[in-house]
């Protein structure tokens, strides 16, 4: 039973998840040769205010913007 757990910033709609979710579960199987079913998907999104790059958060850099 593999899972995949996606961190990304909040702000993406249901069908963008669902589609993410999708593409893993079937890059997986396919990978490890297993049924869909087989495969977890576990999408944990932050705040803006929570994630940074090179000591930067993404809500800083979206005021300087």
């Known amino acids: 039973m593999p899972i ?3 961190d ?3 702000g993406r709609d249901d069908d963008t998840k669902r589609v993410l ?3 893993l579960t ?3 199987s396919e990978a490890l040769n297993l049924p ?3 495969t977890h998907v ?3 999104e932050h705040d803006r205010a929570n994630w940074a790059i090179g000591g930067v958060r993404f809500s800083d850099k ?3 913007s």
């Open 4 to 6: 995949v757990k996606v």
């Open 21 to 23: 979710a999708e593409k």
């Open 36 to 38: 869909p079913e087989a």
């Open 62 to 64: 979206t005021k300087t």
């Open 42 to 44: 576990v999408i944990e």
């Open 8 to 10: 990304i910033l909040t």
């Open 26 to 28: 079937q890059a997986v």
